[in-house]
């Protein structure tokens, strides 16, 4: 991952989760005054994981390489299949939607 590089943009489809092994990530609101950082994520920490696993495929936040390191992806819809899997076999039948 590249310095400043953009991962996720706001309000944009997340198709692709990020695993990040070491550098940082940057969580930033983008509002009319200017940007605001609201969160970091480092070695360990899953990039655009949140919004995939709750049922959303967007955020309102950008996510940009702070800190230059190293990450593997995995596409956004595998891991929610795979999530999806882990559940029904740990809890004994499919996952009810939530209204």
């Known amino acids: 991952m590249l310095l400043r590089q953009m991962l996720i ?14 550098g940082i990530i940057s969580v930033t609101n983008d ?3 200017g ?4 969160g970091l994520i480092g070695r360990e920490g899953l990039v655009g994981a949140s919004p ?11 996510h940009f390489v702070q ?6 992806s995995i596409d956004a819809q595998l891991l929610l299949g795979l999530a999806e ?9 499919p996952t009810a939607p939530i209204d």
Do not use: F, N
């Open 52 to 62: 995939i696993l709750l049922g959303d495929d967007r955020t309102p936040y950008t």
């Open 9 to 22: 943009a706001p309000h944009t489809r997340i198709d692709t989760v990020y695993l990040v092994e070491s």
């Open 67 to 72: 800190a230059a390191g190293h990450m593997r």
């Open 31 to 33: 509002g009319a005054s």
């Open 85 to 93: 899997a882990e559940y029904d076999r740990l809890i004994g039948g």
């Open 35 to 38: 940007r605001v950082e609201i």
